[in-house]
């Protein structure tokens, strides 16, 4: 099994480390010099694209539709795994040709699955979803101000970010169809893209939903809270915990998990790989997270804030 992996940034090392251990054959698009794998400057100098089975773009955000659109326009009957987001905003790039997939890898996280296999049982009616965290946190060796989080540019703001939470909520719940939403920065941090988005929906599954997602939380947070018609489920993915109690309960019932940092890109990687990749984020589900993301945006421009 070959493996082309475009980009060599964090995303890109981890894909990299965790395909080698399973067994991949690896070539590396990045102007690093690397040792442990042949290795070219850019796609074009890659001397037979056609010789790899699997492609995986982990590049920076702003590049993917270029680097995609050449894959698509040299390739034929491939895979291709694009790390989310698909694109810096909503475009509708055919790709006809070959299979493309995005990762979205929290589809894979084990409380996201159970709470996936209750919904197919309780209906939902009301969602409540927040995720968050101080960015200079994020990446502490790195200063914050020069991360492309800080950059509309290259692909920061917490709409791109935490894309995530967009793509796990359209999975459980369908995409939204009505919503009032507020996007700007509201915090002290030196960075230019947004820091705060918040949004009320309705969704195609008729669930009320409410979305904050921030640059700005110094307590990590990242749960949901589903009220159904046959009770409620609290998830926390960072404590790794669900509680649920349901109709007729005398109390609620907790779950814990232990989910290791490599196992849900684990999962990825085994579902991209298979012949029917379950759960894996299509193409066009991408698109629609980025349909999502403009509608948002759209919402928020026509509100200004006096923060």
């Known amino acids: 099994m070959k493996v082309l992996i475009i980009g060599y940034g964090s995303i890109g090392k981890r894909h990299a480390r965790l395909l080698a251990a399973e067994g991949a054959e690896l070539g590396i698009v990045t102007k690093q010099k690397l040792t442990d794998y042949p290795c070219w400057a850019s796609l074009e100098a890659v001397p037979d694209l056609r010789s790899f089975d699997f492609f995986l773009i982990a590049s920076e955000t702003v590049k ?7 894959l698509s326009s040299k390739l034929e009957g491939k895979r291709i795994l694009v790390e989310k987001p698909l694109f810096m905003t909503h ?7 070959n299979q493309v997939f995005v990762s979205y890898n929290l589809r894979f996280h084990a409380i996201l699955q159970e709470i996936k296999t209750r919904l197919a049982k309780w209906k939902p009616i009301a969602c409540l979803a927040q995720v968050g965290q101080w960015l200079p946190d994020w990446r502490p060796e790195q200063d914050y101000t020069k991360s492309y989080s800080a950059d509309p540019n290259q692909g920061g703001g917490v709409l791109l970010d935490l894309s995530h939470e967009l793509d796990y909520l359209t999975w459980l719940f369908g995409p939204m169809t009505l919503v009032e939403s507020f996007e700007g920065r509201i915090s002290p941090l030196r960075i230019q893209s947004e820091d705060f988005v918040s949004l009320i929906a309705q969704t195609s599954r008729q669930v009320a939903l409410t979305l904050s997602m921030d640059y700005i939380s110094r307590i990590p947070m990242r749960n949901l809270v589903i009220h159904c018609e046959e009770g409620t489920l609290i998830a926390d993915l960072i404590a790794q915990n669900l509680r649920i109690k349901g109709e007729g309960d005398s109390e609620e019932r907790r779950i814990d998990f ?19 990749p379950t759960d894996l984020c299509t193409y066009q589900e991408g698109i629609e997270v980025m349909r999502q993301i403009e509608m948002i945006r759209d919402s928020a421009r026509q509100k200004e804030w006096n923060g």
């Open 64 to 70: 993917h539709y270029d680097q995609l659109e050449y």
């Open 258 to 276: 232990s989910v290791g940092r490599d196992e849900t890109y684990q999962k990825t990687h085994q579902a991209f790989f298979s012949n029917e």
């Open 91 to 97: 475009a509708d790039l055919p790709i006809n040709k």
